[in-house]
């Protein structure tokens, strides 16, 4: 079974948002082995400086790498990089699989991944050119993740 990650920064904060995700994480068993690791937010002030914001980055960075796996093809999720269909998605993931290797995307926190993170990932995916706060792109994922398994097993979810 294809083994997907998601390292996500942060908790996802308000009941239903939790309802939510665990509803599509019990969706996605049948088609994908997943696991979701939440890392820790670096801590700012109210009003951080960019240079504080780089060093919280570049701390949650190191965050990530910790939770590689050497058989890892990993997916920025950033506004930066390329948009994606919902079949391209499911493809991706056949290609992985393909590879044998578990795809791991990395979700950043609300000031995002940083650049030496995003440079070094495989693929770089913009959800959308729209903003989304980290947790709404969290539930967003999974649905893509559920809806890429009907998508590469004929259901009849994905029209």
């Excluded at 294809?2 to 390292?7: P, T």
């Excluded at 109210?46 to 093809?73: C, Q, Y």
């Excluded at 993170?117 to 959800?127: F, G, N, P, Q, V």
Aim: positive net charge.
């Amino acid at each position: 079974m294809q083994q997907i990650e998601i390292l996500a920064v942060g908790k996802l904060g308000a009941g239903w948002m939790r309802e939510a995700a665990d509803d599509y994480r019990k969706r996605i068993s049948p088609y994908f082995k997943l696991t979701l690791t939440e890392l820790s937010e670096g801590r700012l002030p109210l009003n951080p400086s960019p240079a504080l914001i780089d060093k919280a980055l570049e701390t949650e960075a190191g965050d990530f790498r910790k939770k590689f796996t050497s058989r890892a093809m990993t997916a920025a999720l950033c506004i930066e990089g390329d948009g994606v269909s919902s079949t391209g998605l499911a493809k991706l993931i056949a290609c992985a699989a393909g590879e044998s290797k578990t795809l791991t995307f990395l979700i950043g926190s609300s000031h995002g991944l940083s650049g030496q993170l995003k440079k070094e990932a495989d693929l770089r995916i913009s959800m959308s050119a729209m903003t989304f706060p980290h947790q709404i792109a969290r539930l967003l994922l999974l649905e893509q993740i559920y809806r890429a398994g009907q998508i590469l097993g004929g259901g009849k979810y994905h029209k």
